[in-house]
């Protein structure tokens, strides 16, 4: 992550298209560890889009962090984590995460303290819980 000519983030997103339904999960896995030790203990962001947010540019946003002890680990993040809409980055009025129709998942990482710096995160699987 650079600051220089205003950055300050860096992100990867999958996308499905029209949608898929999640509904009957309660949220999403991933299995992570710092890919390096300079990563370890950084936070991330997990982002859902669903289909109204493909139209409005708006996101949902879920902080995880990695463990300090550089092995794999299991993060599972509930969909009601998403509780707050924003587009870049201010709150905006809109209803829930529709889970019926998941658009694009992503990971950021954003500036902030010690996350300024090159940055390893290693993703095994991405996936939901029931």
């Given at each position: 992550v650079r600051l220089e000519n205003n950055g300050g983030f860096s992100s990867v997103r999958a996308s499905f298209g029209s949608g898929?339904?999640?509904s009957q999960f309660q949220g999403f896995y991933m299995d992570v560890r710092p890919g390096d030790e300079a990563s370890a203990g950084k936070?991330?962001?997990?982002?859902?889009?669903?289909?109204e947010c493909m139209t409005t540019q708006v996101n949902f946003k879920a902080?995880?962090?990695?463990?300090?002890?550089?092995?794999?680990?299991?993060?599972?993040?509930?969909?009601?984590?998403?509780?707050?809409?924003?587009?870049?980055?201010?709150?905006?009025?809109?209803g829930a995460l529709r889970t019926e129709a998941v658009?694009?998942?992503?990971?950021?990482?954003?500036?902030?303290?010690?996350?300024?710096?090159?940055?390893?995160l290693d993703?095994?699987?991405?996936?939901?819980?029931?």
């Open positions: 898929i339904d999640l936070e991330y962001l997990l982002i859902v889009k669903d289909d902080k995880f962090g990695t463990g300090k002890k550089g092995g794999w680990e299991r993060v599972k993040v509930p969909f009601a984590a998403f509780d707050r809409p924003e587009r870049m980055g201010r709150a905006v009025m809109r658009c694009e998942v992503g990971l950021m990482v954003l500036k902030g303290e010690g996350n300024v710096g090159a940055f390893a993703v095994l699987e991405l996936g939901c819980f029931k």
